[in-house]
């Protein structure tokens, strides 16, 4: 079993930037490829990153390229989104997510744990 609870979502202005941590319980966090996604209001979740158990491969979402950057500290069993040039649109509940076994289902939504989400709110 795997416990994630994100931090450091808020409200910032459209072009700030954000860093949202995602705490993982468990010896194992090693084992698991580490994905984000988010929600937006009466949008469906949808996939924004994903980063496989070294960190050496990382996937995004072609709308985030460029602005979104995942990463790992496996020592500190955290996963980590830095959100640069915010944007109104980047306005959504973002969900880290576990997955023991290829990054790829990442991508594909295929993931076995959740965290409970940490809402991100981009003024214009």
């Known amino acids: 079993q795997v416990r994630l609870v994100e931090s450091g979502g808020g409200l910032v202005q459209a072009g700030g930037s954000l860093r949202l941590s995602c705490a993982a319980s468990?010896?194992?966090?090693?084992?698991?490829?580490m994905g984000w996604f988010r929600q937006a209001p009466g949008k469906e979740r949808e996939f924004v990153a994903a980063?496989?158990?070294?960190?050496?491969?990382?996937y995004y979402a072609n709308s985030v390229k460029g602005r979104f950057t995942i990463s790992r500290d496996n020592a500190k069993n955290t996963v980590y989104l830095q959100i640069n040039n915010l944007k109104p649109e980047d306005t959504a509940v973002y969900y880290c997510?576990?997955?023991?076994?290829?990054?790829?289902?990442?991508?594909?939504?295929?993931?076995?744990?959740w965290g409970q989400g940490t809402q991100v709110t981009v003024s214009s």
């Open positions: 997510a576990a997955k023991s076994g290829p990054t790829r289902t990442v991508v594909a939504g295929d993931v076995d744990y």
């Open positions: 468990g010896r194992t966090f090693s084992t698991y490829a």
């Open positions: 980063i496989n158990q070294s960190g050496f491969s990382t």
